[in-house]
């Protein structure tokens, strides 16, 4: 079968590093995704791996293992605003979104 | 329009009523998406559709159907709401595949 798995809840401290882990055994893999979803908004698009390695952007990065079927989410400089669910979404064979339950994340002062 | 809108925001149902969730975009994508989000649950696909004219089931598509009959327009329709069906539910839509899907802001439904 086809699964996502990433935590249910992540707490940490304005301006730290936070890294959400994301896991994942889908039929086939055409690039997985990161979404950003405040509560009560539409998920918006963070970012996309295929290839195996770090993409950065800003102070979002996230980087994916293919063989380990495993990915992260990395962000910089917590701020308040950082306070939403982020979304783990594997692209399968037949060019569908996976999605995770979601990580909600919660940033204290 | 810019991007991709849903109507109505939210709505309240009775059980057995039917119901159409519509959603249109003016970015010209091709491909477009019907999701539900239930809390402690992933999104989970209803329909979606490739390109105008076509149509295809998701992961749980029983009691829902959809149409494409041009580019811009994908209705959903509830044909007799259940309780089961109260969810927020998502319209996207994607150029192509390698650059996501973008969402409309979502109608909150409840079936009593």
């Known amino acids: 079968g086809q699964n996502i798995d990433q935590p249910t809840e992540m707490t940490a401290t304005e301006g730290a590093i936070v890294q959400i882990n994301c896991t994942y055994q889908t039929s086939g893999f055409n690039g997985l995704f990161w979404y950003q979803q405040h509560a009560g908004e539409a998920p918006t698009f963070l970012s996309y791996n295929v290839l195996d390695g770090l993409e950065e952007k800003g102070r979002f990065s996230s980087f994916l293992s293919r063989s380990k079927g495993y990915s992260y989410l990395l962000l910089k400089e917590l701020q308040m605003k950082d306070s939403a669910s982020y979304l783990c979404?594997?692209?399968?064979?037949?060019?569908?979104?996976?999605w995770g339950a979601g990580t909600k994340l919660i940033i204290k002062p | 329009i810019a991007g991709i809108t849903q109507a109505p925001t939210s709505q309240i149902l009775a059980a057995g009523r039917r119901m159409t969730l519509r959603c249109t975009q003016d970015?010209?994508?091709?491909?477009m998406y019907w999701y539900r989000q239930d809390l402690g649950l992933g999104l989970r696909l209803i329909h979606y559709?490739?390109?105008?004219?076509?149509?295809g089931k998701g992961e749980v598509p029983d009691g829902y159907s959809v149409s494409r009959a041009n580019t811009d327009d994908f209705p959903l329709t509830l044909a007799s709401a259940v309780p089961s069906q109260t969810s927020v539910y998502f319209c996207a839509s994607s150029p192509v595949p390698r650059e996501g899907q973008f969402f409309g802001p979502g109608t909150r439904l409840t079936v009593l």
């Open positions: 559709s490739n390109t105008a004219g076509t149509t």
């Open positions: 970015m010209r994508h091709n491909a």
């Open positions: 979404a594997v692209m399968d064979s037949n060019y569908q979104l996976i």
